[in-house]
C-alpha cells in the first residue's frame, strides 16, 4: 500500500533530513571525504569570496589540509581535488578524462584558473599545504582555505574552514551557528523518522513499505516525476561505471602496480562451459565483478556514486544487478523502491553515528553500504519492513570493527576486494531476514550505537590514517 503524500498533516521535523538523493550522489573517485567534498569546499570558498565582492581583488589563494586529509590526501587525490574545486570545477558534471591536462597546466604554469575565468599564480608548494601533524577538534577530515589581496600578503583578508564529514558532505566551521556535525537546515517532511524503531511505527500505523515513506518524504522536494528521473539517472550512473570498470583494461594509477581484474574476471565469466555454470555459486561470480568493477574505476578517478561513499561505491550497484539480472518480475518500479529504502538506512547511519571511515573506520563506508543494500534487497524480493530492518542489522553486525588501512593511502588494497566480500555479506543478510519472522535480538538501532562507540574506541591508526593495519605490513615473505 502507498502513501498518500496529502496526509497526514506536515510537520516540522526537528533534525536533519538526509534523503535519497544526499546520500546517493554522482561524482568522482577515488574518495567522497577526500575527493569529492574538498572539491566542493574549494567551490563553496570561491562562492564566498563572490558574495563578499572581493573574487575579483584576490591574488592568492591558500589550502591547508589537517588530519586523515593530510596523512591520506595524497593517496586519495585529495590535491587534485582541491585544484579542480578552486578551477569552479563540480564533482557531477567534470569529465574525469580532462582532469590530468587541467592538472598539467596548473603545474607546469605554476598559476591557475580560479574559478575558470580569472588565472592568478599558484605554486602548489607553498599553497596546498599538507599538515600531517594537526587534526583538528571538530572532524578528521578538516581544511582551511584562505584569500589574499596581494601574493606577498601575511593576513588573509577571507578565511575559511571545512569539514568533509563522510559521503562528499561538506559543512562550514560556524556556518549558520551550526556544528560540524550538522548538515543543512530542519526542514519539513510528512514522516519524520530518527530511528528504526520510529519507521517500523510508521510501517505498521500506515501499512506501507520503509520506500513508499522515503517516497512520500521526497515529495516535499520533488515531483513523482522527478523522484523517477533522478533515481533512473543514478541507476543508469551505476550500470555504465559497471560497464567501464569491466572493459578498461591496464594499471590502477598510484604506485602500488595493480593490475584491473575486472576486464579478464568479465571474459572469463562470458567464456565459461555450461558445466561450470551448474556450479550454484557461480552466482557470485557475477557480483564479485560488479562490486570489482566499480571500485577499479573509482580508484581510476572515474565517474562513479557515491553508495553512501566511493570507498564502499560498489557494494549497492552491485546488489542492484544482481537483482536486476537474476531476479524475477523486476522492473523500473522494483529498482526504484531498492535504492529508496537504501537511502533510508544509510540515514539512520549518517544521523546516528557516521559514514565517514576518518571517523569510525571502514565499518562506517563498507559496513554501512552493506546495510544498506541488504535492507533493500530484502524489500525488493517482498520482504516485511521487519525483515528489511533484521537484513540491514545482520548486514552491519558482521562489519563491526572493521578498519579503514588503506595500502599507501590508496582506494585500492584492502578497498576493492573489501567491495565484492561487502556485496556478497549483503545478499545473504538479506536472505537470512527473508526466512524469518522479523524477530531477532539485536535492533538495527542498538548496532548502529554499538558501530559509533566502536569508532570512537578505534584506535585513530585504523581510521583512514594509513597508520596501522595492512598499509603498515604488507612485506613480503
Excluded at 362 to 376: D, F, K
Aim: aromatic share 6%.
Amino acid at each position: 500500500m502507498s502513501i498518500d503524500s496529502q496526509s497526514p498533516e506536515v510537520t516540522t521535523e526537528q533534525d536533519t533530513y538526509v534523503g535519497v538523493f544526499d546520500l546517493f550522489k554522482i561524482g568522482i573517485g577515488p574518495s567522497s571525504s577526500h575527493s569529492v567534498g574538498p572539491m566542493r569546499a574549494a567551490e563553496m570558498f570561491l562562492q564566498e569570496l563572490v558574495q563578499r565582492g572581493e573574487f575579483e581583488s584576490t591574488q592568492r589563494v591558500r589550502v591547508e589540509l589537517f588530519g586523515s586529509l593530510a596523512l591520506t590526501g595524497l593517496g586519495h587525490a585529495t590535491d587534485t581535488a582541491v585544484l579542480m574545486g578552486l578551477r569552479g570545477e563540480k564533482p557531477d558534471l567534470i569529465e574525469p578524462e580532462s582532469v590530468n591536462g587541467k592538472l598539467d597546466f596548473i603545474r607546469n604554469e605554476n598559476r591557475i584558473e580560479l574559478g575558470g575565468t580569472k588565472t592568478i599564480p599558484f605554486i602548489e608548494e607553498q599553497d596546498l599545504i599538507f599538515n600531517r601533524r594537526v587534526t583538528l577538534d571538530a572532524h578528521p577530515n578538516a581544511m582551511t582555505i584562505q584569500a589574499f589581496h596581494n601574493r606577498d600578503d601575511e593576513t588573509p583578508f577571507h578565511e575559511s574552514t571545512y569539514f568533509s564529514i563522510g559521503g562528499g558532505f561538506v559543512v562550514r566551521e560556524g556556518a549558520d551557528t551550526q556544528s560540524a556535525a550538522s548538515l543543512q537546515e530542519p526542514v519539513r517532511v510528512p514522516y519524520p523518522f530518527s530511528s528504526g524503531r520510529e519507521l517500523l511505527e510508521l510501517t505498521d500505523q500506515h501499512q506501507c513499505s520503509l520506500s513508499d515513506l522515503a517516497r512520500a518524504n521526497e515529495r516535499m522536494f520533488r515531483s513523482d516525476e522527478e523522484i523517477s528521473s533522478g533515481l533512473q539517472k543514478i541507476w543508469q550512473t551505476m550500470q555504465d561505471c559497471v560497464k567501464r570498470g569491466c572493459e578498461t583494461d591496464g594499471i590502477l594509477p598510484g604506485g602500488l602496480n595493480i593490475r584491473r581484474r575486472a576486464p579478464g574476471l568479465y571474459r572469463s565469466l562470458r567464456n565459461r562451459t555450461e558445466e561450470s555454470d551448474r556450479d550454484p555459486m557461480g552466482i557470485l561470480d557475477w557480483v564479485d565483478l560488479y562490486a570489482i568493477a566499480v571500485n577499479e574505476e573509482n580508484a581510476a578517478g572515474g565517474r562513479v556514486v557515491t553508495a553512501p561513499t566511493n570507498g564502499a561505491a560498489g557494494i549497492v550497484p552491485a546488489v542492484l544487478l544482481y537483482l536486476d539480472r537474476f531476479g524475477r518480475n523486476v522492473n523500473k518500479e522494483t529498482i526504484e523502491r531498492f535504492l529508496l529504502t537504501a537511502a533510508v538506512i544509510g540515514s539512520l547511519y549518517k544521523r546516528n553515528a557516521s559514514i565517514s571511515g576518518a571517523e569510525v573506520g571502514c565499518q562506517g563506508e563498507v559496513g554501512v553500504a552493506c546495510s544498506m543494500a541488504a535492507g533493500a534487497l530484502a524489500e525488493a524480493l517482498g520482504g516485511s519492513p521487519r525483515q528489511v530492518e533484521e537484513a540491514a542489522e545482520i548486514g552491519m553486525e558482521h562489519n563491526l570493527g572493521l578498519t579503514c588501512d588503506p595500502i599507501k593511502g590508496l582506494v585500492q588494497v584492502p578497498c576493492i576486494e573489501r567491495n565484492a566480500m561487502g556485496a556478497v555479506k549483503a545478499i545473504n543478510a538479506s536472505r537470512l531476514a527473508l526466512r524469518s519472522d522479523g524477530k531477532h535480538f539485536v535492533s538495527l538501532d542498538r548496532v548502529i550505537r554499538v558501530m559509533k562507540r566502536t569508532g570512537a574506541d578505534m584506535s585513530s591508526r585504523y581510521k583512514e590514517t594509513s597508520g596501522g593495519g595492512l598499509a603498515v605490513n604488507i612485506s613480503e615473505c
